[in-house]
């Protein structure tokens, strides 16, 4: 009977070990198959008539577009392949390596830390999906902030990998409560000091000169029918970028414009092209942002991110604290370095199903957001935006490769239902 329960415990172990692989190598295969769509579909685009552009400065950008999605084929595929040979093979064949040198497993792990963060840095694309470091990094952390994505990748190694190695120790495999505990702690730190930083840069948006007293008035009154104060509107100096985006947790929250989208964005590619928005154009921007704030999109994402990484976190202490889980490395290693090698696993594994999945959520969130502004200021002329913004960025995306790798609905297709919309309500 024990004979029996030992080889069901050894084929379940494996199975699911099996699966995770599968799952990972499906994931991988469609993303490059969304990238060969990506390309043909560039390759056939036709200039939108709609568009006040020249066909040279057309063909400039499509070209350019072809070019990125081609680069973006082959370092998803190198960057993946990479790093997951590193994974399987390296981080095994390292530590065994550093051990017979007669590194203690303490100077192991943190050699593992350091060289995970780098592989980060190496691997730019592969932010892991399921740490608090990509989440915050999408929620609300971009290139728009003084706030560096590399910050929140180093804070996510270190409340996971450091947390881990001490709760093994004091808890074994029931370590994984504190894990799960910490990762929800760490979250609300990052965003919080993420407001806290934004609140402390930006100018509020009745200081800034460079807004009308007009637009000031109307904006003030539309945030006072929305339960927000003057203060949480502010400005980000010294961005170039036309960008908007809102922050907050429950009460303590923030939305910036950046200076770009107010002062306008001149196309490098087009010179004779400046985005330049109408004071009714931003009034429904912000108004968009308050739908975030409002539906409370930003917790209900750091909220399922962080699910998702306990989840995983369960999953690893139980499958890579069973000593049937490789057998022969545990023998070579001490647990916590098998933890972090499973943690490395799903990473890799999961990432394109994470992603294609948060990015499903992040387009729902956006969609939700238009539907706020249409709802409280949808005569404001909110489409001129996306038809602005269509002037830099003409060339469209194949829908299967947009659902997998973005997080915004399509500028053409925001444009079209809100000019259908104010077709249908606009007096």
């Known amino acids: 009977m024990e004979k029996i329960q030992l080889l069901l415990s050894f084929t379940t ?3 699911w070990f099996g699966v995770l692989c599968v799952v990972g190598l499906l ?38 577009k072809l070019q990125r999605s081609k680069s973006g084929l082959w370092q998803g595929m190198t960057s993946w392949v990479g790093k997951g040979l590193f994974i399987f093979f390296g981080i095994p064949i390292l530590v065994v390596f550093l051990a017979n040198l007669g590194l203690s ?10 060289l995970s963060f780098l592989l980060n840095l190496l691997f730019s694309k592969l932010f892991s999906i399921w740490t608090p470091a990509r989440l915050a990094a999408d929620y609300p952390a971009n290139q728009t902030t003084r706030v560096g994505n590399l910050t929140f990748q180093a804070w996510g190694i270190v409340t996971w990998a450091g947390p881990m190695y001490a709760f093994w120790y004091f808890y074994q495999s029931n370590g994984w ?23 402390k840069i930006a100018i509020p948006y009745q200081e800034y000169p460079g807004l009308s007293a007009e637009f000031k008035q109307n904006l003030h009154q539309y945030l006072e029918s929305q339960g927000l104060q003057d203060k949480e509107v502010g400005v980000l100096t010294g961005q170039e970028e036309p960008n908007a985006f809102a922050t907050g947790l429950f009460g303590y929250r923030q939305i910036i414009m950046t200076e770009g989208i107010i002062q306008g964005y001149t196309d490098p590619a087009n010179p004779n092209f400046t985005l330049k928005l109408r004071d009714d154009t931003l009034e429904s921007i912000v108004a968009h942002e308050v739908g975030h704030i409002k539906l409370h999109h930003i917790e209900k994402s750091i909220f399922v991110g962080t699910l998702i990484s306990s989840l995983v976190t369960v999953a690893v202490y139980t499958l890579f604290s069973n000593p049937l889980m490789f057998p022969i490395f545990l023998e070579t290693t001490g647990q916590q370095i098998m933890l972090y090698w499973g943690q490395s696993l799903f990473d890799i594994m999961l990432m394109y199903p994470l992603t294609f999945l948060m990015m499903g959520m992040a387009r729902y969130n956006e969609n939700q957001a238009d539907s706020h502004l249409l709802a409280t200021h949808g005569h404001k002329h909110g489409y001129d935006f996306f038809y602005q913004i269509r002037h830099i960025a003409p060339v469209a995306n194949d829908l299967f490769w947009h659902d997998c790798n973005m997080t915004h609905p399509e500028p053409h297709i925001r444009e079209k239902r809100m000019r259908d919309w104010e077709k249908d309500h606009a007096k």
């Open 13 to 15: 172990m494996y199975w």
């Open 27 to 64: 994931g991988f295969f469609v993303y490059r198959i969304a990238d060969f769509l990506q390309i043909r579909f560039v390759q056939n685009y036709s200039k939108p008539t709609d568009l006040d552009l020249s066909d040279d400065i057309y063909n400039g950008k499509k070209e350019r």
């Open 105 to 114: 497993y303490t100077w192991i792990y943190i050699v593992l830390i350091v």
């Open 177 to 199: 409560v504190g894990s799960v505990i910490t990762l929800f702690v760490s979250q609300i730190i990052q965003l919080l000091f993420f407001i806290y930083t934004i609140k």
